[in-house]
Nanobody, 120 residues
Framework: QVQLVESGGGLVQPGGSLRLSCAAS????????MGWYRQAPGKQRELVAVITSSNKTNYGDSVKGRFTISRDNTKNTVYLQMNTLKPEDTAVYYCNAVSITATKGREDYWGQGTQVTVSS
């Protein structure tokens, strides 16, 4: 089992910045990928950014050049630095961890979500 706890959401003005954190605990040895997804009201959950255990990254088209995902393995924490925020970035942001084991295959774990609101 993997537990994920997000923090760092809040209200910010357009053009501002926020940093989200996701602290992981539990059976971390099997995690191969961690990332952030978001879901706005009435919309499907979408990819924001992911980072592999070897630090390869991938971003959703709408956040490329503005958001940066990183990880601190000493703290078992993944960060999402969000710059030049826009009102359309408003959503609940979820941390995700993908675990792969020989016995269970792929398992996805999710945090509880943190609200990000971009508004003047």
């Amino acid at each position: 089992q993997v537990q994920l706890v997000e923090s760092g959401g809040g209200l910010v003005q357009p053009g501002g910045s926020l940093r989200l954190s996701c602290a992981a605990s539990g059976s971390l040895f099997s995690i191969v990928l961690m990332g952030w997804y978001r879901q706005a009201p009435g919309k499907q959950r979408e990819l924001v950014a992911v980072i592999t255990s070897s630090n390869k990254t991938n971003y959703g088209d709408s956040v490329k050049g503005r958001f940066t995902i990183s990880r601190d393995n000493t703290k078992n924490t993944v960060y999402l630095q969000m710059n030049t925020l826009k009102p359309e970035d408003t959503a609940v942001y979820y941390c995700n961890a993908v675990s792969i084991t020989a016995t269970k295959g792929r398992e996805d774990y999710w945090g509880q979500g943190t609200q990000v609101t971009v508004s003047s």
